[in-house]
């Protein structure tokens, strides 16, 4: 895509997954690529693939978040694009799926979820929204999920954390639906990644690469507010409108 060429690319979330596979798309598109996670040693690896840099940033810090935008636009220029990725789920991968008592919250996993899921993203925008609007215009990409429009039985807290950025995306599209900085929202079901079990994988599951395409496509082309769900592997993603009164 034109659009990349040259062009300052921040992932969150990077390191791995979706977020790599992003990484790994806008860097064949020309961009210079900077990719913050806490996972060190695969954040490294796909900086060394793509020819980008690394930043150790835990995403729930604000500090963390300025400083290290600090330091890309320092090293690598303005950043024009930014794909804010990072997220986690309540339940470990390493216990099965099943529907928590309905008084299990969790409270330090929701602690957690929130820290990554909301915080990140609300740090991120605060980040760099300042620097892009100076400039006159960028673009961001922020990773919802189905589970932002749907309930999610087996989550409820990881569902709750995707349904609030579901609605800052069309808040903020709705507050400023000129720009400067267009913001939308990509909705993949479960796709093929660590992040979700095995159980959830199937022969027509999406793969980061498939769900990486369509978020260069928003970077590159979206509008501003817009929630794209993508279902399985040769759907094509929808734009999926508020359906208040309906």
């Known amino acids: 895509m034109a659009a990349f060429e040259g062009q300052v690319v921040l992932v969150s979330g990077g390191a791995t997954g979706l977020g ?20 060190e040693a695969d954040g490294l690896a796909v900086a060394r693939a ?18 290290a935008v600090a330091a890309v636009t320092a090293e ?46 609300v740090f991120g925008l605060q980040a760099l929204l300042p620097g892009m609007a100076r400039r006159g215009g960028g673009a961001i990409t922020i990773t919802s999920s189905m589970g932002g ?33 267009r913001i939308n929202a990509i909705c993949p079901g479960g796709f093929t990644s660590d992040l979700f079990p095995p159980q959830l994988h199937a022969p027509d599951s999406l793969t980061p690469q498939d769900v990486a395409i369509e978020v260069l496509d928003l970077l590159a082309s979206g509008a501003t507010g817009e ?3 993508m279902l399985k592997k040769g759907v094509p993603a929808q734009a999926v409108s508020p359906s208040l009164g309906q």
């Open 149 to 181: 429009l749907a309930p999610i039985p087996f989550d409820p807290i990881y569902s709750l954390t995707k349904h609030a950025l579901v609605g800052l995306v069309r808040s903020l599209g709705a507050a400023h639906p000129s720009g400067p900085v």
């Open 76 to 121: 690598l220029g303005p950043i024009g694009f930014a794909h804010l990725n990072a997220g986690i789920m309540t339940r470990p991968l390493d216990v099965a799926l099943s529907v928590p008592p309905i008084e299990d919250f969790a409270l330090g996993r929701y602690e957690a979820l929130r820290r990554v899921n909301i915080d990140g993203v």
């Open 227 to 229: 929630t794209r769900l």
């Open 20 to 39: 790599a596979a992003t990484a790994t798309l806008a860097a064949e598109a020309g961009a210079r690529v900077a990719i913050f996670d806490v996972n």
């Open 50 to 67: 793509t020819g980008g840099r690394f930043w150790h940033v835990d995403v729930g810090s604000a500090d963390e978040w300025t400083a």
